[in-house]
């Protein structure tokens, strides 16, 4: 099973990749709100493990493995965000504090769910 912290990163760097190209550590870092030093020793773990390319001082991209892993986790994200229902303004930080803890099964069915109910509404 591969740590929640490594998906946060991951998930981060795919929603920074999508909107601007690439991601930045120090944009890494303020959207996790952890240190730069922090972001960049996670970049190196990153690199090593074949999720992302990396040069220090450089832009950070996905590679192949670590587009694909950051694509499920949007998408689980994005089923989340449709579901839980608290505040507006609330809800990206609520489904970021529930996502990694929930399998990728357990929001399928979720999503199976929401898919039926939007049919027979």
Known sequence: MIPIRIKRYILEIYILQEAHGHATISGIAKGLKVTASAASKMAGK?????????????????T???????KKL??????????????????????????????SEVIFKIQSFIEKHKKNA
């Open 64 to 70: 192949k493995r670590g587009a694909e892993m950051g």
């Open 74 to 103: 949007f998408q689980d994200h994005q089923v989340l965000m449709e579901l839980i229902g608290v505040e507006e303004k609330q809800i990206p930080q609520k489904v970021r504090e529930s996502e990694m803890h929930l399998g």
């Open 46 to 62: 990153l690199k090593e493990d074949d999720y992302i390319y990396f040069q220090p001082y450089g832009t950070v991209t996905l």
